[in-house]
């Protein structure tokens, strides 16, 4: 078990760090899926099969394959990356730089975290969910169909090509 | 609760209605519908009652915001048989949109449970985005919806994350538990809490554009179909203080006073923002966003009084800023069709010489959100300031006065265009008699609140 955790956490390290560091964004987004990959491997370490499933499922399985194809539609693969002023590095040094330093203070702060309840080993596992969802978490898992329904309207007002008023074209430049 | 179920059915009704053909149903069915959902939920009046595994709680004052804002978006669908005549497509969706939208403000209203919170904000959040970008081919109205998508999605994340914050301190969803829960500590909050709270209100204070989280507003209303900006300025912003008293009402009070400071930073923030940043607008749409703004700062003062009658002064104070923000808009729209498309404030100019009773109507609904007697305005601020000097709270009560007497001055720079003549002629405004009954009612009633009706008891 504590190899299995040493392993999964050093997988996701070193995709983590390729994901900032690789230049090409195809390379980023795969290194992503393999971090992610090996986040499913920690909840199942935890007992959680349900969230390592939804994990692989919606991050790995849709989200990433979106990000695939948006970066190959809109031709992203050349690795343009405009050139940074000085000043905009020295800005971006600083502002993380105090970023990270209210992070350590505040790490510092809350470092001893005591749970309210004893760990349950039974708590991720899919009946259990199961239970919690229809049970006492039904109304807000019957209610989002609402916010479902709105995002698919949403999507089809914005997609449908309509008749009769068919987008002006933008003025050529230069024409 | 059968309110909200009659609502929600109300919606897929409409959206169903949009396979005939005729357009002019819509509005009819969609106000008479909420009527009922009016009528249903007046039936609980008196009653407390709680539901699945008191998710929510629904009493008095859910109802009594709920009612409100129900009413509010009644006048809105019946201006919209106007406003979306010429639209050939998707108006049934539109519909269907703000009733969805509005089922999200019931759970605002009514939520004993952070996840309640959550969904609700979020069922009101996304039909958002999608009417703030109802005119697809304009550019405008794109981008506001874009902006408006992409600062919501991440005031919605910090939210979620202030949820997930407090959860693992607390580990409970649900207010009167983590009250306690609070209460245990006497004022010495484990940070994890504290930060988890702080996150909550970032992401509430987002959706009633308290400064500094308005920056989206002045853009988004700009940009967004009228008829939409007047929805954002009305039950959005009611929904938005409903909830926030109700989070701080039932889940914080007494606040912890780390956040108690932070609000009052907004507040003064929120004020001073909203005032300041109304007088330099030459567009009436950011005018009115900045008075929105503007308004938040006295809603939110009435917020921090922490009196028991803090409900009621809110909902009296939304109520009647949302009575008089509606007409303005419709004589905004009226005004825009008589100068092809403009929308500075230049267009009520010689608005008075042309059709002196609306400039009137005008004159009386601007004077109330300005607070001058005997407006229903003046009464609304006069209670919140009343409240907040009971309360000791003086240095903020002044600036505040001193603001609202800022704020005078740009309602009245409208007012004096109204008056001023206009050199050339233009086309005739033309006033279809539903609308120039809207706005006659919707001013009386802000007459009437003003004089005869100077509370609303929850």
Redesign the interface.
């Known amino acids: 078990m504590v190899f299995l955790f040493y392993l999964l956490s050093a997988v996701m390290v070193i995709s983590g760090l390729f994901v900032v560091f690789s230049r090409s964004p195809i390379n980023s987004v795969l290194s992503l899926i393999v971090c992610f990959i090996a986040m499913a491997g920690h909840y199942i370490l935890l007992n959680s099969q349900f969230l390592a499933v939804v994990h692989l499922i919606v991050y790995t399985g849709a989200i990433m394959v979106l990000f695939l194809f948006v970066i190959m539609l809109l031709n992203l693969n050349r690795a343009t990356i405009p050139q940074k002023t000085s000043m905009t590095r020295v800005a971006a040094v600083v502002a993380g730089g105090l970023f990270f330093l209210v992070m350590v203070a505040?790490t510092r702060?809350?470092f001893e975290?005591h749970?309210?309840?004893p760990f349950s080993s039974k708590i991720g596992l899919v009946s259990e969910v199961g239970k919690a969802l229809f049970?006492?978490?039904?109304?807000?898992f019957e209610?989002?169909s609402?916010?479902f329904?709105?995002?698919m309207?949403?999507a089809?007002?914005?997609g449908?090509k309509?008749k009769?008023?068919l987008?002006?074209p933008p003025p050529k430049e230069g024409a | 609760m059968s309110a909200f179920i009659f609502t929600?059915v109300l919606?897929?009704i409409v959206?169903y209605l949009g396979f005939s053909k005729n357009k002019s149903i819509l509005s009819p069915i969609s106000a008479g519908g909420l009527v009922v959902s009016l009528v249903l939920s007046l039936k609980d009046w008196g009653h407390q009652s709680k539901?699945?595994?008191d998710?929510?709680l629904i009493d008095n004052f859910s109802i009594a915001f709920n009612v409100s804002m129900i009413i509010i978006t009644i006048l809105i669908f019946l201006f919209a048989l106007d406003y979306y005549e010429t639209m050939?497509?998707?108006v049934a969706?539109l519909y269907?949109?703000m009733i969805?939208?509005l089922?999200?403000t019931f759970?605002m209203t009514s939520f004993s449970n952070l996840?309640?919170l959550f969904?609700g904000i979020?069922?009101l959040s996304?039909?958002l985005?999608?009417l703030a970008?109802?005119k697809?081919?304009s550019y405008r109205s794109n981008e506001a919806s874009f902006k408006y998508f992409i600062m919501g999605s991440f005031a919605t994340a910090i939210f979620l994350f202030g949820i997930a914050l407090v959860y693992?301190?607390?580990?409970t969803f649900y207010l009167p538990e983590i009250k306690t829960f609070i209460a245990q500590f006497n004022g010495h909050l484990?940070?994890?809490l504290l930060?988890g709270l702080l996150f909550i209100v970032i992401g509430v204070a987002f959706k009633i554009a308290a400064a500094p989280f308005h920056f989206w507003s002045p853009d988004v209303y700009e940009g967004a179909p009228t008829l939409v900006t007047a929805f954002m300025a009305t039950v959005v912003k009611t929904a938005g203080f409903a909830a926030f008293y109700r989070l701080l009402g039932i889940g914080l009070l007494p606040l912890p006073v780390q956040i108690e400071k932070a609000l009052w930073v907004m507040t003064f923030l929120t004020l001073l923002i909203g005032n300041l940043g109304a007088l330099r607008q030459s567009n009436f749409k950011r005018l009115l966003a900045y008075s929105a703004i503007a308004h938040s700062g006295f809603l939110m003062l009435a917020v921090l009084s922490q009196h028991e009658s803090s409900a009621s002064v809110l909902l009296y104070y939304t109520f009647v800023y949302s009575l008089a923000t509606i007409p303005l808009f419709i004589i905004f729209i009226l005004a825009k069709r008589a100068s092809d498309g403009l929308e500075e404030i230049l267009i009520f100019r010689g608005l008075y010489k042309e059709k002196s009773w609306i400039a009137i109507f005008a004159i009386i609904n601007l004077m109330s959100l300005a607070g001058i007697p005997p407006t229903s305005g003046f009464m609304a601020k006069y209670q919140v300031l009343f409240l907040a000097i009971n309360k000791g709270i003086l240095l903020t009560s002044i600036f505040a006065i001193v603001m609202a007497i800022i704020g005078v001055y740009y309602y009245f720079f409208v007012i004096r265009e109204i008056f001023t003549e206009r050199g050339q002629t233009t086309t005739k405004m033309e006033v279809t008699k539903l609308n120039a009954a809207l706005i006659i009612i919707c001013s009386i009633g802000v007459l009437a609140t003003g004089i005869f009706m100077w509370q609303i008891p929850i």
């Not at chain 1, 049970?135 to 807000?140: G, I, Q």
């Not at chain 2, 693992?168 to 580990?171: I, K, L, T």
């Open positions: 505040a702060l809350t975290i749970p309210r309840y049970h006492e978490f039904l109304l807000p209610v989002s609402v916010l329904i709105s995002a309207i949403g089809m007002i914005f449908k309509d009769e008023s987008p002006q | 929600v919606g897929i959206l539901y699945f595994h998710m929510i050939e497509n998707h969706e269907a949109l969805f939208g089922t999200g759970l996840i309640m969904l979020e069922i996304i039909p985005y999608i970008g109802g697809k081919y693992g301190a607390s580990a484990p940070p994890m930060v």
